[in-house]
Nanobody, 124 residues
């Protein structure tokens, strides 16, 4: 499957951005999807994840109540709505697809396919 992420940009603290990730190739609705981020000098970590049918989601504590992950299996797209953005949210954001089990392990090693990344910069 090929993943194409978009929607990053520059925003002031407190603002909002919406990321999208369109999948092509294999059947999208067989994959669990995740959004990850990587700041300079730091490891790539999960931000949010959603299971194959959208019935279950996960958020890292730092974004709970501010970010929302969703998916549209007809449009082969996963979204990340980011509100109340903070400077510490600044990073390159990646979408990823996993063919494994939905088991609470959101380590990047469990994700098989990756998008190219989109830069999110939040100014103070």
């Amino acid at each position: 499957v090929q993943l194409q992420a978009s929607g990053g940009g520059l925003v002031q603290a407190g603002g909002s951005l919406s990321l999208s990730c369109v999948a092509s190739g294999r059947t999208f609705n067989t994959f669990h999807m995740g959004w990850f981020r990587q700041a300079p000098g730091k490891a790539r970590d999960v931000v949010a994840a959603i299971n194959w049918n959208g019935g279950s989601t996960y958020y890292v504590d730092a974004v709970k109540g501010r970010f929302t992950i969703s998916r549209d299996n007809v449009k082969n797209t996963v979204y990340l709505q980011m509100n109340s953005l903070k400077p510490e949210d600044t990073a390159v954001y990646y979408c990823a697809a996993s063919s494994g089990f939905w088991n609470g392990d959101y380590h990047p090693r469990n994700y098989d396919y990756w998008g190219q990344g989109t830069q999110v910069t939040v100014s103070s």
